[in-house]
């Protein structure tokens, strides 16, 4: 068991979530400090929030040993993640520091997967995709319960509030893959891709098929064998000749993120042909990203956790929805 005090380090605290990540333990009071590779905007940003901080850049094992030193859980908040997760998870490993991140990039969870004797004989729990997967995988739990033998599952996810600058460098990352499907339990291209309308409440729309990551975390939480997901809009991405990097906006201002909601709606088919239907009604995306993996670091912090790989629901289930604030969960 780790026996760490309960200190949180988050790396990447600079970008646009890892600030709003920052402002959420801040706001709970959480005993944490913040890490990224650039003095001057960290040495800002800690001044703002009154901690401490570290300037390192991902591939410096000594910069990573002493900021984790005296560490319980580490939130990597640094993406794209295929730059930064494998450098951060092995530190965690080293350091024998629980490994949170917020990656959207099926290949992280992946590389968390074939983790797992690692994160075992290390006593971490080892989580990739702890943002937006944590309430996705507690819907699908929480159905799951409701069939018998839950063969097939389809998610849509309304997305609310723009997209941040990390968002759209990573996104371009999960296009690449192409339209990947899990069927038979295994992940393959869907052969014959075709958009699908899910309820939201009132609201009913039109998703394109696009993989989230729920093939591989939703996968690993209830073993269903056939899972599709679908997107309320077309993926960003930098294909567009005028954005570059440099000129992406950082994302949604806080009047953006608090004037419109996220949605997951889902729905599971059973062996005996039974469907069963639920929505989420959450905060928009820059807004729950936050709530989410802090909340799962409080649950860490009050020693709940299982070592090794976990997915948000292999590790929490349905009931972490009850720490996320001004989320609702409706059986349709
Ligand atoms: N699925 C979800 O729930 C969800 C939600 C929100 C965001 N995300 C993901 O989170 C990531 C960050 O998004 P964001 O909006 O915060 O982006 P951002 O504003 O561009 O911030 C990225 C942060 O990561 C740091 N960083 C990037 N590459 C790095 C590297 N190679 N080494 C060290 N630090 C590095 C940046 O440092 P500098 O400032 O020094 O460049 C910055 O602190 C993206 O991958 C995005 O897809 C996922």
Not at 11 to 25: Q, S
Not at 170 to 188: C, H, P, Q, T, Y
Not at 303 to 328: C, V, W
């Amino acid at each position: 068991m780790n026996t760490k005090k309960n200190k949180l380090l988050i790396y990447g605290a600079t970008g646009y979530t890892g600030k709003i990540i920052a402002a959420r333990a801040k706001e709970l009071n959480l005993d944490f400090e913040i890490a990224a590779r650039e003095e001057g905007k960290t040495s800002a940003l800690a001044k703002e929030l009154n901690v401490p901080f570290h300037v390192f850049n991902v591939e410096d094992d000594k910069g990573w040993q002493k900021a984790l030193a005296d560490k319980c859980v580490l939130i990597n908040a640094a993406g794209p993640f295929q730059f930064t997760a494998k450098q951060a998870m092995n530190a965690c490993l080293r350091a024998g520091v629980h490994y949170l991140d917020i990656s959207a990039e099926l290949e992280t969870y992946q590389l968390a997967e074939s983790l797992d004797k690692e994160a075992k004989s290390a006593g971490i729990q080892l989580i990739s995709g702890a943002g937006l997967f944590v309430s996705y995988d507690a819907l699908a739990v929480h159905l799951s319960k409701l069939v018998a033998e839950p063969q097939e599952l389809k998610v849509g996810f309304r997305h609310y509030g723009g997209f941040s600058k990390g968002s759209i460098l990573s996104s371009k990352n999960i296009a690449d893959l192409g339209i990947l499907v899990r069927k038979n339990g295994e992940i393959i291209e869907n052969p014959n891709p075709q958009s699908k309308v899910f309820s939201f409440g009132n609201e009913a729309i039109e998703c394109l098929p696009t993989p989230l990551g729920g093939i591989v975390l939703t996968y690993k939480s209830i073993r269903i064998p056939n899972i599709e997901e679908y997107f309320s809009l077309k993926l960003p991405t930098i294909d567009m000749p005028e954005l570059t990097a440099q000129n992406l906006p950082d994302g949604p201002s806080e009047e953006e993120r608090a004037s419109g909601r996220n949605g997951l709606s889902a729905e599971m088919r059973g062996k005996n042909g039974k469907v069963v239907k639920a929505y989420i009604d959450a905060p928009s995306g820059y807004a729950l990203t936050p709530l989410s993996v802090v909340a799962v670091a409080n649950r860490i912090f009050n020693n709940d956790f299982k070592i090794g790989y976990q997915s948000p629901g292999s590790a929490y289930g349905e009931e972490i929805l009850n720490d996320i604030p001004d989320l609702y969960l409706y059986d349709l």
